[in-house]
């Protein structure tokens, strides 16, 4: 079993900031990469940003010098620094993870449970 558990979510006026984080718990044998998207009220599930273990970031275009995410791989936790939010930043947001699971062949992707968050004008 393995289980993803977002936090970090909240409240936030526009220009602030918030970090989010998500936790991959279970019987991993490793992650391949992790990454956040986000789904807004009425719109497709959209790829913020994602973190290929050893390798670099890529961003959707607009969170691009706003947002940055990180990988503790020995935590297996990954981050996202949201900074001068804005109100278009609302959404639920979901972690994402392809992992390899102890005694499995092949990796899986895996969802968060989803954090909400929430920019005012």
């Known amino acids: 079993q393995v289980q993803l558990v977002e936090s970090g979510g909240g409240l936030v006026q526009a220009g602030g900031s918030l970090r989010l984080s998500c936790v991959a718990s279970g019987s991993i044998s490793s992650i391949n990469d992790m990454g956040w998207y986000r789904q807004a009220p009425g719109k497709q599930r959209e790829l913020v940003a994602r973190?290929?273990?050893?390798?670099?970031?890529n961003y959707v275009d607009s969170v691009k010098g706003r947002f940055t995410i990180s990988l503790d791989n020995a935590k297996n936790t990954v981050h996202l620094q949201m900074n001068s939010l804005k109100p278009e930043d609302t959404a639920v947001y979901y972690c994402?993870?392809?992992?390899?699971?102890?005694?499995?062949?092949?990796?899986?992707?895996?969802w968060g449970q989803g954090t909400q968050v929430t920019v005012s004008s």
């Open positions: 994402n993870a392809y992992i390899r699971r102890m005694g499995a062949l092949m990796s899986t992707y895996y």
């Open positions: 973190l290929p273990s050893g390798g670099s970031a």
